[in-house]
């Protein structure tokens, strides 16, 4: 399976020079990007990937585009500067950057990163589907069977749900029947993580 990184820089020749790197992996697709503006205007059409943003750019700087993607899970970013101190290593980490690199970096040193970077992405998109996954079972749900089900993760019994619904503790158990058939489970315990997962109730 291939795998996309998006290099963001207003340097050419560090764009050239990180695209001639990253070439010789068969299974990378390379794309280049001249400045954060123009990764942006782009950033709703472009696949998951990871993404060597640099720091210090004209119109939005690295810090601008990692706030603007807001931990998304589709993008993976490290962060390149020529200008690295500590202080820009803690705004990018906390605006979302796996990892911070000075300029000039060491081949290894970056393509060891961008393989984490990858392993990241790929636990994250597996993440987001098990919550999508779970998302459309939830909605599935009539607004009763998930008042059922509300009742049901509190630890309520059948006829104390029954009672607060003001149904029958009959309704109730066909209720529940029919959310478990949606959710495709057959035990509480396999409906609640369902739940769980697709963020309907906290968890604490």
């Known amino acids: 399976m291939s795998r996309t990184i998006y290099i963001v820089d207003d340097d050419d020749a560090v764009r050239a020079s990180l695209h001639s790197l990253l070439s010789v992996r068969q299974d990378l697709i ?9 990764f942006l205007q782009d950033v709703g059409e472009l696949d998951p990937g990871v993404l060597l ?24 970013p490290i962060v390149l500067t020529g200008q690295g101190n500590v202080g820009l290593a803690v705004q990018a980490m906390k605006a979302g950057a796996l990892d911070f690199v000075e300029k000039p970096y060491e081949a290894e040193t970056l393509l060891q990163l961008i393989d984490n970077a990858f392993s990241r992405l790929e ?37 104390i749900i029954a009672y607060e619904l003001d149904i029958s503790p009959r309704t109730v158990e066909i209720y529940r029947a029919n959310l478990m058939e949606k959710l495709e489970v057959r035990s509480l315990s396999e409906a609640l993580r ?4 697709a963020g309907l109730f906290p968890k604490n």
């Open 194 to 197: 369902i739940a769980f997962a």
């Open 30 to 38: 390379v794309r280049g990007f001249r400045s954060g503006d123009a």
């Open 53 to 76: 943003l640099d720091f210090h750019m004209p119109g939005a700087t690295g810090l601008d585009v990692l706030v603007s993607l807001d931990g998304s899970p589709k993008f993976v």
């Open 123 to 159: 636990e994250d998109n597996e993440a987001a589907a098990r919550i999508g996954a779970a998302e459309a079972k939830i909605a599935k749900l009539s607004p009763r069977e998930t008042d059922v089900l509300k009742g049901l993760i509190e630890g309520r019994s059948n006829k």
